[in-house]
């Protein structure tokens, strides 16, 4: 029960480390194998993982229209929403700091420096423990981003497709096809997430490590039938950046950002 309680507020951590910007462009670093085992229709293309490349401004807003929600529900006071906020904002800022200042140490000093500080908490976690939201609060919010993040890749993917239609790289027939596989890769996924959620950390690393390699991107299906070619699959889930960079690990996958164009721009 106690690893399931610690699983649930390690994913609520990555979630807002997936949101939440502090001002001035400082983004909060969350883990990433969290985030990477509840990916949408983006990261559904070349198996599940990528980049994210939000916009910071609109990982503001979106924690904030969360938070707006949530007061609305009666979940959390005005005030406790507007000092979550800034609580993160000052956690995000001293991360980054400590950042700073390990850019100029050895690594031996760097290594030093970590051995000295305390166990790294997740966000949410540290608010509770310091009292600013109580534990359910806690899962209300995470529970709110993991939708708000479902409705982003959405609304993204979506906007995607729409531009290759406008240019005539893919029929609407196609998009319709294309956006069909990957919401039903992501139902795969979530499925795949309800199923490892209740194992320990061991057998969850071993279940993700085994599946790993019999993953394939949900457009192959598409290209093999003949739907899509394999150049407009490509077009829908990039292999590269505009700078050649992969956009994910294998070096496919799909923007996060949805005013990012099939040209990476």
Known sequence: MEEKKRFNRWLAAALVGIFLMASG??????????????????AACRGGKMTVKADPAARSAALQTVLDKLVADNVLTREQADGLAAYLKTQAEQRQAQREQMKNLTPEQRQALRNEQPARQGFLDKAVADKVITQEQDQAIGDALGAQKQQSREAALQTRLAELVKQGAITQAQADAALAALQANWQQRQAEFEKIKNMSKEERLAYMKANLAQKQNPLQELINNGTLTQEQADQICPAHDSQGKGLGRGGKGCPMNPTQTSDGV
């Open 25 to 42: 462009g400082l983004a909060l670093a969350a883990g990433s194998d969290a985030a990477d085992t509840q990916s949408g229709p983006f």
